[in-house]
């Protein structure tokens, strides 16, 4: 758990860097949500051909966020802690599974009406664990460095955020010599506390 923090720790710091000269422009909080999605794995050696699939793979996160905005027009890094379980199937089996990840989103994001705003950007993942041996014979070689994207809405209700997001993730991009992983499908409903900086106007 300790690596897990300092990652998450030094993520959030590195987006925060750029900025911190104008740190007044910004409401920085927490956040958190429930997701619900599907894990694909496939060319996980040549002596197995099948494709380890699961569906309504639950889960959670929670972290931390900035958000800059100008005008009608805002970018908010996050750095978020992620935890998913459930079952996959394959040879007709099924098998338990689950993952711990630490991610950054960079949302962008524009007030479309009211207290209704649009935003979407890319994820980078870190797979801090995930379980790679399913039928007790071999160790899978599952990448950890994953890129996908968020897109979704968030409504402001005072301090208060509530969201819903659609989030797909693809882990080594183009490493032959890795196990294909894929998120292809998460749906996410979050909420966050906002603290300072927005005032009446965030």
């Known amino acids: 758990m300790k690596t897990i923090n300092q990652i998450a720790a030094g993520a959030f710091l590195f987006i925060l860097c750029p900025f911190m000269t104008q740190a007044q422009m910004f409401t920085g ?9 599907e894990v694909r794995m496939q060319h996980i050696d ?12 639950m889960g959670f996160e929670a972290g931390a966020f900035v958000r800059l905005k100008a005008g009608p027009v805002y970018v908010k ?55 790679q041996n399913f039928d007790n014979t071999r160790d899978w070689n599952v990448g950890q460095n994953g890129l996908g994207y968020r897109a979704g809405l968030v409504f402001d209700i005072g301090p208060l955020m509530v969201n819903a997001a659609y989030e797909g993730m ?16 998460k749906l996410i409903f979050g909420a966050g506390l906002k603290f300072g900086g927005g005032g009446k106007k965030d």
């Open 170 to 185: 693809t882990y080594d991009i183009g490493n032959s010599s890795r196990t294909g992983f894929r998120e292809p499908h």
């Open 29 to 37: 909080g927490i956040v958190g949500g429930v997701s619900t999605g």
């Open 46 to 57: 040549e002596g197995f051909n099948d494709v380890v699939t699961g569906k309504n793979i």
């Open 77 to 131: 890094p996050m750095a978020l802690y992620t935890h998913q379980s459930g079952h996959v199937t394959f040879n007709d089996q099924s098998v338990a599974y689950r993952a711990n990840k630490v991610g950054v989103p960079v949302m962008f994001g524009v007030n479309i009406l009211g207290p209704v705003s649009i935003e979407a950007g890319p994820v980078y993942n870190y797979l801090v664990d995930v379980t």
